[in-house]
């Protein structure tokens, strides 16, 4: 038998995990040592983009991906990344060195002292092994635990001396490493056919479609059933839309739910039913109060995740998963008779400006978008304006962070690049939200990963200064950005940059980024304030 690195690097390969993402210190030296090959490391210059490039990753690969960090610092600063991982039902097997086990309890510099509480709030299970012969039966349960619905981040503490310790046992380690564990189930007949007949018999019912009909394979299966059951269909409220679950351009799609709570029950309010799958019921920010749901208003929320289907404060849940069970419910309602709902009015022009309104800017990237193409976006007083404008109809065509920390969209593009090497992957961001991980620069450009980063620059923090204004707060600072340069940061960790200042311009760099095999970034200058449509 070999060593414990010998055998997680076998299980990584087995798993399809080559790809791995980190930032290493000394401590993680060993576990690096005599890297395979035939695997891939992705460095990150900062622990906030290494996770991100393993959400992005994990995301859009649909497998768990390890990044690796450097002890108790390296954890601290990825910490607001995995707060994001978690929010976005992310399987991110987060590892991180440990000083030797001699002198841990002596506390030599670099012992993270308390490793397994560090993460604790943010990652479905924290672990370091009592003996380094349980490292890799540690490592396949983590890898289990964060693909198992719902989905998440988990981290495992691992002592740097453990890498080199001969295992004794190679058919016990076999066991524990080559295991499979499926976990996608469906409801109880009686209970799907219970939901079935009371969509059968409501006189208006919707769909809401959540993020994790993108991520459990569920699309088809959602335009099936709505398109069976003539339902109009509304996205979740976009704070917590990390990606789409129904083709924005459909004509029974009816657009984004509002994120508040009156607003929520207003616009759901001429529904008898409100069938609601693969979200949280629902992401609510900022607070309006009112009626969860008009008096008429029933609810049943398809989910994979436990705590969402409990947390609700409205309707019913059922737990199973969501791909899985819309199939299923699509096979058995009938055909409906019911008047569909009219189209949504196409996205309009809007008035030219100089300089453009951030609407131009994404109108103009809808004109030029590639059937195949990808959005991650960060652009937060954009992303209404963004979501009409664009109109995405396919799947696995949208990240956005539903945990609302900035920070992951310049890493997650990368990520999602990665793992969709044929698809071009376009990043917008705000020039405020692009600071947060800027050093993910650095890795598209050693790297070579073409995603075109577009910065709408307004030189403020916009959706602060709407938010304050709904809030009627006055007077706050720190809202304005003057002279943020994101062309020449770009340059200097060697990303081709340029600014634009008129659409024609815009669109002319913008199908020329999307044709390079270079990450590319084109920053244009809008004119401040919200964007809605
Ligand atoms: C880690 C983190 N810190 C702070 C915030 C608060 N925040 C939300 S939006 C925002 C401003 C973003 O500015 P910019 O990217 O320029 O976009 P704009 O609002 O101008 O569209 C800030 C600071 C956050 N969401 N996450």
Request: proline letters at 11%; glycine letters at 12%.
């Given at each position: 038998m070999g060593t414990v690195r010998e055998a997680v690097v076998e299980m990584l390969r087995e798993r399809g995990m080559g790809t791995i993402f980190g930032n290493p210190g000394s401590t993680e030296l060993p576990m690096l040592s005599e890297f395979p090959e035939d695997f891939r490391y992705v460095l990150g210059l900062q622990e906030a983009v290494a996770v991100g490039m393993a959400d992005g990753y994990a995301q859009a690969s649909g497998r768990p991906t390890l990044v690796n960090l450097h002890t108790a610092p390296g954890l601290g600063n990825g910490m607001g990344a995995i707060f994001n991982a978690q929010a976005n039902h992310s399987p991110v097997v987060v590892t991180a060195g440990q000083q030797h086990r001699s002198l841990m309890t002596l506390q030599a510099n670099l012992t993270n002292r308390d490793a397994v509480r560090m993460p604790h709030p943010l990652v479905k299970w924290s672990y370091e092994p009592p003996r380094a012969e349980d490292v890799p039966h540690a490592l396949a349960r983590a890898t289990h635990l964060a693909g198992l619905a719902p989905r998440g981040p988990v981290f495992l503490s691992i002592p740097m001396d453990d890498w080199a310790v001969e295992l004794p046992d190679a058919e016990e380690v076999r066991h524990q490493t080559t295991r499979t564990v499926s976990g996608a189930a469906l409801?109880?007949?009686?209970?799907?056919?219970?939901?079935a007949r009371r969509l059968a018999q409501a006189s208006s019912p919707a769909l809401v479609a959540g993020p994790d009909i993108d991520a459990s394979g569920g699309w088809e299966a959602a335009v099936r059933l709505a398109e069976r059951q003539r339902l109009p269909v509304y996205a979740t409220p976009a704070t917590g839309g990390g990606r789409i679950g129904f083709p924005e351009d459909h004509p029974l799609f009816q657009g984004i739910l509002p994120p508040a709570v009156w607003p929520v029950g207003d616009a759901l309010a001429a529904h008898d039913l409100v069938l609601v799958a693969g979200t949280s019921v629902f992401p609510y920010y900022p607070n309006i109060p009112g009626a969860l749901l008009a008096p008429g208003t029933e609810l049943v929320a398809i989910t994979s995740d436990p705590d969402e289907a409990a947390r609700a404060p409205m309707g019913d849940a059922l737990v199973a998963d969501v791909g899985l069970t819309l199939r299923a419910l699509a096979e058995l309602v009938e055909d409906s008779e019911r008047t569909p709902p009219p189209a949504r009015a196409e996205p309009e022009a809007v008035e030219v400006t100089d300089p453009m309104n951030p609407s131009t800017a994404v109108r103009t990237l809808a004109q030029v978008w590639p059937p195949d193409g990808i959005v991650?976006?960060?652009?937060?007083?954009?992303?209404?304006?963004?979501?009409?404008?664009?109109?995405?109809?396919?799947?696995?065509?949208?990240?956005?962070?539903?945990?609302?920390?900035?920070?992951?969209?310049?890493?997650?593009?990368?990520?999602?690049?990665?793992?969709?090497?044929?698809?071009?992957?376009?990043?917008?961001?705000?020039?405020?939200?692009?600071?947060?991980?800027?050093?993910?620069?650095w890795t598209a450009a050693a790297y070579r990963v073409p995603v075109t980063y577009l910065v709408l620059r307004n030189d403020e923090y916009a959706i602060l200064k709407w938010f304050g204004m709904l809030e009627s707060i006055t007077g706050a600072p720190g809202l304005d950005l003057p002279a943020l340069d994101c062309v020449a940061v770009a340059s200097g960790y060697g990303v081709n940059a340029r600014r634009v200042s008129d659409a024609e311009e815009l669109e002319t760099e913008l199908r020329t980024a999307m044709a390079s095999p270079a990450p590319e970034l084109i920053e244009v200058q809008v004119t401040p304030g919200m964007a809605l449509t």
């Open positions: 409801p109880a007949p009686a209970v799907l056919e219970e939901l991650v976006l960060e652009s937060p007083s954009a992303t209404p304006a963004l979501r009409n404008q664009l109109r995405l109809s396919k799947p696995g065509s949208y990240y956005f962070s539903a945990g609302g920390g900035l920070g992951f969209g310049m890493p997650a593009a990368i990520g999602v690049q990665l793992a969709c090497p044929d698809r071009p992957v376009v990043c917008v961001l705000g020039e405020g939200s692009a600071q947060y991980a800027v050093q993910a620069f």
